[in-house]
């Protein structure tokens, strides 16, 4: 889906969503006409969002209900069943499966949502948008949404959510992989109304949740702008290390020693030292496990695919764009379901 397609949703026209900052009204707090115990929410259990949802439901209060929503029934059953295994008598870990993603919003203070495409997303808060006002709680809501998606999109999303008084919109797409998403190590880059400073706050609280670091880059927008920018890097350093190895190992050079001299000189970057793309560099990389269980090269292909028509948006070149999106198609055709360290796998099959 492009940048314009999603802007273009008629639900997004009837929501004037150019309306930001939000007036006073649209930002106070919502009336207190429900009460119960907490209910968190979060919508999307992929590899990332599964292994996000398990450390929020470990780190919030037991007592706290754990409202899950994914299209695949199978994934939020076998979630459901996990946590029940690995609660005691004393100390019950409440999680229920939703029938929608308004479901979800109806009931939650907080929803987290990680979708893999800005359609996904798209379809998700026009859901919870359609069927008309939510009903209060006692405190405002807040949706954060950690899908990697485009920044014009985002602000639309976050623009009818405020417009509307909804509640309050955060991007917060996330670094560290499915790797980071199981130990709970993410780092998060948001974008948000830096008003009130408590809201800033609040967030930062929830992202702490699910990982380590949590970046606030400024207005709605910024966090999504943000992780585009950085994964342009991370794609390009993956090419050039595993060209760069691949090369070293064609004159000769052990691939250890190659790594260690790269990792200890100007060369190093993350790809090299954690990523590594040769088999048995890094062993708990995953080249070492026939590429397997990583960040798949779809995922870098779209987030490349993003960051360059982001850039056409604004007028930005990027002179290296378009060639690395070209190995990105080829790598995806060749090796779909690798992490995206295979690049190297398919340098060395292109130079037999």
Known sequence: MSIRSACSLPWATRLHLRRWPPTPSSARAFSTTLHRDATWGFVGLGQMGYNMAKNLRAKIPAADTLLIRDVNEEAAKRFVAEARESAT?????????????????????????????????????????????????????????????????????????????????????????????????????????????????????????????????????????????????????????????????RWGLDPKALAEMINSSTGRCWPSEINNPVPGVVETAPASRSYEGGFGVSLMNKDLRLALTAAKESGTPLALGDQAREVYTAVEKAHRGKDFSVVYQWLHDQSR
């Open 89 to 249: 008598s004393a100390d019950e870990k409440r999680v229920e499966i939703a029938e929608t993603a308004r479901e979800v919003a109806e009931k939650s203070t907080v929803m987290i949502s990680s979708l893999p495409e800005s359609q996904h997303v798209v379809d998700v808060y026009h859901s919870i948008l359609k069927p008309g006002k939510l009903p209060g709680l006692e405190q405002e809501r807040l949706f954060i949404d950690t899908s990697t998606i485009d920044p014009v999109t985002s602000k639309d999303i976050a623009n009818a959510i405020h417009s509307t008084q909804t509640g309050r919109f955060v991007d917060a797409p996330v670094s560290g992989g499915v790797v980071g998403a199981r130990a709970g190590t993410l780092s998060f880059m948001f974008g948000a109304s830096a008003q009130p400073e408590q809201f800033i706050e609040r967030v930062r609280g929830v992202l702490s949740l699910m990982g380590k670091k949590a970046w606030h880059l400024g207005e709605p927008g910024s966090g999504v702008s943000g992780k585009l920018a950085n994964n342009y890097i991370l794609a390009i350093n993956n090419i050039a290390t595993a060209e760069a190895m691949n090369l070293g190992m």
